[in-house]
């Protein structure tokens, strides 16, 4: 059991670049997440997906975009990289109605923006 | 306007003492409360939770507890060990409204520090 895994764990964009985050949990929850931590903060939630085929902006959503690919898989874009979106991001996935909202997290990709 | 505040950027104690963390919250929709625990270049961890109908809830050496009237909750670790160093987030939820499958809402966190 991997849990909740990220892919890449580092990466250095100039700004304008694009590229996509991979997540993936083997858990058979319908819930997934993606959150950025900067320094100095708390995660704050960018989007999310309560179910296959659904998902939400959270907080912090401008310069994204999520694709819930299947119930395995949520990845994040960035389609135009700026270094403002320099930050560790965090996948995480949930049960389905949980009462208590238990999230597990993957262990992050480092991302760069130059 | 952060709805959940952790005021101590850090807190340094010593192994085998109490160490006491705490966490505000503004929103008084939130009704699950979680603490996570984070190393260096790891995801969080959760550690512990308590739902708004409890105002203690403990688990080995870990207790939370939660005063709702004054919109505070505390973790408390008894006896502190050195590997409990490390970040500590506190997490609220809004289960009722977003069905539990919301976002969670984090503190900015309070880096532990276990002095031998």
């Known amino acids: 059991n991997a849990g909740v895994t990220q892919t890449p764990k580092f990466q250095v964009l100039k700004t304008g670049q694009s590229m996509t985050l991979q997540c993936a949990q083997d858990m058979n929850h319908n819930s997934m997440y993606w959150y950025r931590q900067d320094p100095g903060m708390g995660l704050r939630l960018i989007y999310y997906s309560a179910s296959e085929g659904t998902t939400d902006k959270g907080e912090v959503p401008n310069g994204y975009n999520v694709s819930r690919l299947n119930k395995r898989e949520f990845s994040l874009r960035l389609e135009s990289a700026a270094p403002s979106q320099t930050s560790v991001y965090f996948c995480?996935?949930?049960?389905?109605?949980?009462?208590?909202?238990?999230?597990?997290f993957g262990p992050g990709t480092r991302l760069t923006v130059l | 306007d952060q709805q959940v505040k952790q005021n101590s950027p850090s807190l340094s104690v010593q192994e085998g003492r109490i160490s006491i963390l705490n966490c505000d919250y503004t929103n008084s929709m939130f009704d699950y409360f979680l603490w996570y625990k984070k190393y260096p270049a790891e995801g969080p961890t959760f550690l512990i939770s308590i739902s708004s109908i409890k105002d203690k809830n403990e688990d080995g050496r870990f207790t939370v507890f939660l005063n709702k009237s004054a919109k505070h909750l505390s973790l408390h670790i008894v006896p502190s060990q050195p590997g409990d160093s490390a970040v500590y987030f506190c997490?609220?939820?809004?289960?009722?409204?977003?069905?539990?499958?919301?976002?969670?809402?984090f503190g900015k966190g309070t880096h532990l520090i276990i002095q031998p």
């Open positions: 997490a609220a939820s809004d289960v009722r409204s977003g069905g539990g499958a919301d976002g969670l809402t």
């Open positions: 995480a996935s949930s049960e389905e109605g949980s009462s208590y909202n238990e999230q597990f």
